[in-house]
């Protein structure tokens, strides 16, 4: 039976008081949250290749929405163990908290109703229109919506004019076909937040960051999701933010990545915790890839080896 078909579909319903948690609040007070409260499957989330509920969990009278992925309803893929993807996600939360940067949701792994998975806090969306380029980075760019030529696919990306440079607050990532036969350039916002993203997908090898694992807040936080298949040892970065590819490292980024290195030494709290999650090989890996980007100060570019765009890329 295909892994999703293990958990009983349901209809995905919202928390009766929305997440009284979110985000923005106090990293220890989520963590506990997430792992000790109750947790009450509310729904399956369609159209994903892994089982993903959503669920509410409750502790000592607070309550948030988030998202529990039971190891039993994952997928077998042919590059990675089986049974991991769970705590691979655990592992790309603890990775971008020790850079500093709040861009993965608060993750735990846990006990859950269908078994061991991952609980992730639930990040809510504004129903509004795409969102401005630079709206993170202190720019005024202008957005998709009101750009000449620029048709908005999903947040922060858009397709553009093929035969001409990105726009202005724009980077370009590739060509894409689209319906009757044509090519538009696809783009990406030149964003500070999605700067730091492209580097956190760099640092944790992430093969599969499309535009439909961005999320980004009413109050302009920007959060990646979706990290299981990440910390291989070979090289599969596979991902929309290559703007900035071959392009020299922001002073923030050295320093951020300087903090994960001195975090990864042998003796090191987080050094612990992730030998819990990934494999020794993979650990290793992870120390030459922060090595490698503090030693060429760039943003890497794409291997060939590899696809290095998901398909489909939102």
């Not at 998975?117 to 980075?137: K, R, S, T, Y």
């Amino acid at each position: 039976m295909p892994a999703p078909e293990r958990v009983p579909p349901g209809p995905v319903t919202t928390a009766a008081s929305g997440s009284e948690l979110s985000g923005s609040a106090p990293a220890g007070s989520v963590t506990a949250l997430l792992s000790e409260g109750e947790l009450t499957v509310l729904g399956r989330i369609p159209a994903a290749s892994n089982a993903v509920l959503h669920c509410a969990v409750v502790h000592q009278g607070r309550r948030a929405a988030c998202v529990y992925k039971p190891v039993a309803g994952e997928q077998p893929l042919w590059d990675f163990p089986d049974g991991t993807l769970a705590q691979r996600e655990v592992a790309a939360h603890e990775v971008c908290a020790a850079l500093g940067w709040e861009l993965v949701p608060p993750t735990v792994l846990r006990e859950g109703p269908y078994g061991p998975g991952m609980v992730q806090l639930w990040i809510d969306q504004p129903e509004d229109a795409p969102e401005e380029p630079g709206a993170g980075a202190g720019t005024a760019a202008p957005g998709a919506a009101g750009a000449p030529g620029l048709v908005p696919v999903g947040r922060l990306l858009a397709l553009a004019d093929a035969e001409r440079p990105a726009p202005a607050g724009w980077r370009a990532i590739g060509l894409a076909e689209v319906p009757g036969g044509g090519t538009a350039l696809l783009v990406h916002a030149d964003d500070a937040r999605l700067r730091r993203l492209a580097v956190l997908d760099a640092v944790i090898n992430n093969s599969d960051r499309k535009g439909g694992h961005l999320l980004t807040t009413a109050d302009g936080r920007l959060y990646g999701i979706d990290h299981g298949v990440t910390f291989h040892t070979d090289d599969k970065l596979r991902t929309l933010l290559w703007g900035w590819a071959g392009e020299p490292l922001p002073d923030e980024a050295l320093t951020a990545l300087g903090r994960l290195a001195a975090a990864l030494g042998e003796d090191e709290p987080l050094t612990t915790r992730l030998a819990a999650l990934v494999t020794p090989a993979e650990l290793a890996a992870l120390r030459d890839r922060v090595a490698a980007l503090l030693a060429s100060g760039t943003h890497p570019v794409p291997s060939g080896e590899w696809p290095a765009i998901p398909w489909p890329p939102v």
